[in-house]
């Protein structure tokens, strides 16, 4: 069975604090994960990518997430939140087991950004 | 990165009509696509799974005749609710990669919002 659960479904930071948006999955084997944003009304961009190279990864807009087997976690942080980061962030996994031909959600977190 | 068209944005329609939504790879062969369905403030839950030239693969509880898709082309799939009621009113997302595999993310559309009044 896999899952990927968002501990966080609003977290609200002050503009030039770090974000940390946690996200814990449960998959068989080692899957490949993702971090997708939305805004509000439009589809989704990718911001990065783990497929078992590196295991700490970076995406666009400062963003970069590490992947801790021993801890099953993909978190995805920021050293200095925008404004414009201010949007719906979605965890992604895709198990090995389905030949990494199915994406399953999280639930999803909501970033705040407070001027 | 790669780019996925969806048409329409928005459309409203009435109840007991269908409606067509189109998902189009516009500068990649897509061999796989996938729908998505999105309530309002709630994560993308995976309707089906196409693969170019086969039936679709649907999710646990999503019926098959009430949301027909097709996948006919590596550039072309849509998906058809039929006898649409209110209830499937809801913002539906596709998506779509071009190889399977461990390091290809889905790129996707923007949404399709559907009102069925």
């Known amino acids: 069975a896999q899952s990927v659960t968002q501990l966080d479904s609003h977290v609200s930071v002050s503009e030039g604090t770090p974000v940390l948006l946690r996200c814990n999955y449960s998959s068989s084997y080692s899957p490949s994960l993702f971090w997708y944003v939305q805004h509000p009304n439009k589809g989704l961009q990718l911001l990065l990518k783990y497929t078992s190279a590196a295991t700490l990864v970076k995406g666009i807009n400062g963003f970069e997430a590490e992947f801790k087997k021993s801890e099953t976690s993909f978190h995805l942080t920021k050293p200095s939140a925008h404004m414009s980061d201010a949007a719906e962030y979605f965890c992604?996994?895709?198990?090995?087991?389905?030949?990494?031909?199915?994406?399953?959600f999280g639930s999803g977190t909501k970033l705040n950004v407070k001027p | 990165g790669a780019v996925v068209s969806q048409h329409p944005s928005r459309v409203i329609c009435k109840s007991g009509t269908s409606v067509k939504i189109e998902c189009r790879s516009l500068d990649f062969q897509a061999t796989t696509m996938f729908w998505y369905r999105q309530f309002p403030k709630q994560s993308l839950m995976l309707m089906a799974t196409?693969?170019?030239?086969?039936?679709?693969?649907?999710e646990q509880g999503v019926e098959k005749d009430k949301f027909l898709i097709n996948h006919a082309s590596l550039t072309l799939s849509t998906l058809t609710v039929t006898s649409a009621h209110p209830e499937d009113s809801s913002f539906y997302i596709c998506?779509?990669?071009?190889?399977?595999?461990?390091?290809?993310?889905?790129?996707f559309g923007q949404g399709t919002r559907l009102t069925v009044v």
């Open positions: 992604v996994v895709t198990p090995r087991e389905h030949n990494f031909n199915k994406f399953y």
């Open positions: 998506s779509a990669r071009d190889v399977v595999g461990m390091n290809t993310e889905a790129f």
């Open positions: 196409s693969n170019e030239g086969s039936k679709a693969t649907y």
